[in-house]
């Protein structure tokens, strides 16, 4: 009999659709945040990463797979994944893990050394790379928006954004198949485009005009900063713009749709779907 699948972050941006999908599938899920928040069909556990010591050991208990990612607003990556990664190792409870797209170019990013532990180990593991989230435009660049500006240290880059939804599909497809056992893939949306073209699909649909204003680093942590933004994360959040003006977060996959059967969701779509947050004004 299948056991339970501790899922991490299950309230946030992924975890929660990961949850709904899971239980639509007659899955056992053990929905982790830091305060147990009930979530309706799952069993709520409390998992703080920060006070992870010890922590991790007894919510494993009947847990035969585990969707490891960690929260925006870290920058200690490696510290904080790897003793829940090699929990889940040494009890060979297979992890599919959501890390970051591009940390493959170098094997010394924290984020890659966590895939190459797993990768490593022996136990069955997946390793979801998303590209930019769709999400991000009401999780982070809303206040912006509704002062009709998209302001970001991106300059002329395009990235492949992608709707968390597809990013939890995938996971439930690599959770509940071992079809995908070892491998990693690049989750990506269907078309790249640049931060100019997403401010202009979304003020057509608030038909607002907004604006997209290219920033240096230092002008972009400096309004992070200003915002409340750590200045530790800011800068962090500052450097992962570079491979964006790179050009790196531009190439498109067909993981999505290998993992799942169906094609990612349009960025068109998604901001259809959110008009009514994009268009508050605060
Ligand atoms: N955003 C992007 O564009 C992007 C792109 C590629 C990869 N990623 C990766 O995706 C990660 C974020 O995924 P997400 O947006 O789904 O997560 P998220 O929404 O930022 O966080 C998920 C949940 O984690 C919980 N949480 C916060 N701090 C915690 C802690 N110390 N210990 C345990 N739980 C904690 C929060 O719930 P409670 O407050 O209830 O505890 C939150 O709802 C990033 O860190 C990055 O690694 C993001």
Do not use: C
Request: net charge negative; aromatic share 8%; glycine share 8%.
């Amino acid at each position: 009999m299948s056991q339970k699948i501790l899922v991490l972050g299950a309230n946030g941006t992924v975890g929660k659709h990961l949850v709904a999908e899971l239980l639509a599938r007659g899955e056992q899920v053990k929905a982790a945040s830091r305060n147990a928040t009930p979530m309706e069909g799952a069993e709520a556990v409390a998992f703080d990463f920060t006070t992870a010591t010890g922590a991790i050991e007894p919510l494993l208990d009947g847990v035969d797979r585990l969707f490891l990612m960690l929260p925006t607003g870290y920058v200690n990556s490696y510290e904080l994944l790897a003793p829940v990664a090699q929990a889940a190792i040494d009890r060979g409870i297979k992890v599919v893990f959501q890390s970051v797209l591009g940390v493959d170019a170098d094997d010394s990013i924290p984020y890659r050394q966590v895939e190459l532990m797993l990768i490593n180990s022996g136990v069955a593991s997946v390793v979801l790379r998303p590209n930019w989230f769709m999400d991000n435009f009401v999780n982070f660049w809303l206040p912006g928006i509704q002062h009709d500006v998209i302001a970001v240290p991106a300059a002329e880059g395009q990235s492949s954004f992608i709707d968390a939804r597809d990013i939890a599909a995938s996971a439930t497809a690599a959770l509940t198949s071992s079809a995908f056992d070892n491998q990693q893939f690049n989750l990506t949306g269907p078309q790249a485009m640049g931060y100019a073209d997403a401010a202009e699909l979304i003020g057509e649909a608030i038909g607002r005009s907004l604006a997209y204003q290219p920033l240096s680093d230092d002008d972009f942590i400096a309004m992070l900063t200003q915002a409340g933004v750590p200045a530790d994360y800011a800068g962090f959040l500052a450097s992962i713009f570079a491979p964006v003006r790179m050009g790196w977060t531009a190439a498109v996959s067909d993981a999505v749709e290998q993992l799942t059967g169906n094609a990612p969701r349009t960025l068109e779509a998604w901001i259809a779907e959110h008009q009514a947050v994009l268009a508050s004004q605060g």
